[in-house]
């Protein structure tokens, strides 16, 4: 069973799927990843505001971002070693890391992109738990393609009317 530690900030109220579907998410991209040890991942819910801020202090860029991911380990794309996690002393579970996803950002690139808040807010989890184990997509080459792929066919899983409907980027 996986672990997923999900922190709510008061300017991030409302959006009550949102703890349900990020759960889910993430254990699909981790079972589609064949990652099958206990896993722990901390999820943090904010606003614009409150991921500018997190993204000026630890990255030192002055925006909002819709998602922010911080590995606990470096993985290498595609083939995850449990041996390079670090342990949750109490329970045993490999700490993948954390993200932050503005709830407010994610609602508003649903209704530009049509699919609605629900689905984007499952593509920024499977992309962030991406990160976490390893994949990148900062060079426009190999590393963004096998990124993307791994997106599309996480996302086949959760939202598998889009494949008959050709709606998957």
Known sequence: ??????????????????????RRAVR?????????????????????AGIRDINRVQRNL????????????????????????????ETGALLLGDMVLSLERCARQGMRYGHGFP????????HSVLHLLGYDHLDEGPRKRAMRAREKAVMAKLWPYEQEKGAMP
């Open 1 to 22: 069973m996986h672990r997923i530690e999900i922190t709510r900030e008061k300017r991030a109220l409302g959006y009550p799927q949102a703890s349900q579907l990020v």
């Open 28 to 48: 699909k991209t981790l079972e589609a990843q064949g990652v099958t040890e206990e896993c722990q991942v901390s999820v943090l819910f904010t606003d614009d």
């Open 119 to 126: 689905r984007e807010l499952s593509y920024l989890t499977v």
């Open 62 to 89: 002055d925006a909002p971002t819709d998602v922010l991911s911080f590995p606990m380990s470096r993985q290498r794309e595609g083939s995850f070693d449990p041996s390079l996690c670090p342990r949750d002393w």
